[in-house]
């Protein structure tokens, strides 16, 4: 069984930078597929990015050259490292742990892009 812990999130202003964590404890880290997916209010929850085991990542459009997903596997730890946030940022950001049909979540941590 994966537990997973968010930390990061805040208020921020428009143009500034976060860097969210998940930390991860109680599996082989380096297996699974790691995740970060954001929910605002009143809409459906969206994939953002994801790391693979082989490091390999990939991004949502609206993020793209703006946000970057790493892993330090001796940390058992994922980031999310966001740049140039826009109040559409404004979310409830949870990481994923995923391996095969079996799916891990954090609490969430929340984001607020505001002047």
């Known amino acids: 069984q994966v537990h997973l812990v968010e930390s990061g999130g805040g208020l921020v202003q428009p143009g500034g930078s976060l860097r969210l964590s998940c930390a991860a404890s109680g599996t082989s880290f380096p297996d699974y597929v790691m995740r970060w997916y954001r929910q605002a209010p009143g809409k459906q929850r969206e994939l953002v990015a994801t790391?693979?085991?082989?490091?390999?990542?990939n991004y949502v459009d609206s993020v793209k050259g703006r946000f970057t997903i790493s892993r330090a596997i001796a940390k058992n730890t994922v980031y999310l490292q966001m740049n140039s946030l826009k109040p559409d940022d404004t979310a409830v950001y949870y990481c994923n742990a995923n391996r095969w049909s079996y799916n891990a979540w954090g609490q969430g941590t929340q984001v607020t892009v505001s002047s």
């Open positions: 790391i693979t085991s082989d490091g390999l990542t």
